[in-house]
């Protein structure tokens, strides 16, 4: 077998409201994602958490990588787990990567 498509869905684990860097319990709605993956064939996976910087603020995120063929699509489940919760993320945008190229998809 060989999966020649590598996808990383980064998930922020704080919110910037108010000039205030506010942490995030995002445990049960990562448990959801992996959930969704995992009802559509991606059942192998890396969850790896990192410090990130952008805008000049530093923060933590996980990230989750997927390796899978060309044809599959768990960015596609990634953006609607993401719209759907954004409500508590507060994101102003979500970012995702297929192979070398780092999608930014802005929300607001």
Same mark, same amino acid.
């Given at each position: 077998?060989?999966? @020649?498509?590598?996808?990383? $869905?980064?998930? /922020? =684990?704080?919110?910037?409201?108010? %000039?205030?860097?506010?942490?995030?319990? *995002?445990? @049960?709605?990562?448990?959801? $994602?992996?959930? /969704? =993956?995992?009802?559509?064939?991606? %059942?192998?996976?890396?969850?790896?958490? *990192?410090?990130?910087?952008?805008?000049?603020?530093?923060?933590?995120?996980?990230?989750?990588?997927?390796?899978?063929?060309?044809?599959?699509?768990?960015?596609?489940?990634?953006?609607?787990?993401?719209?759907?919760?954004?409500?508590?993320?507060?994101?102003?945008?979500?970012?995702?990567?297929?192979?070398?190229?780092?999608?930014?998809?802005?929300?607001?």
């Amino acid at each position: 077998m060989e999966l @020649d498509c590598r996808y990383v $869905l980064h998930i /922020l =684990l704080s919110r910037w409201e108010n %000039d205030t860097l506010i942490a995030l319990d *995002v445990d @049960d709605m990562l448990g959801e $994602l992996v959930n /969704l =993956l995992e009802d559509e064939g991606f %059942d192998s996976f890396y969850l790896t958490k *990192v410090e990130s910087y952008y805008k000049s603020r530093r923060f933590d995120e996980v990230t989750l990588t997927i390796f899978a063929t060309s044809g599959d699509a768990p960015h596609e489940i990634f953006k609607r787990w993401f719209l759907d919760h954004n409500d508590v993320l507060g994101q102003e945008a979500f970012a995702y990567e297929i192979e070398n190229r780092m999608v930014i998809e802005k929300l607001r």
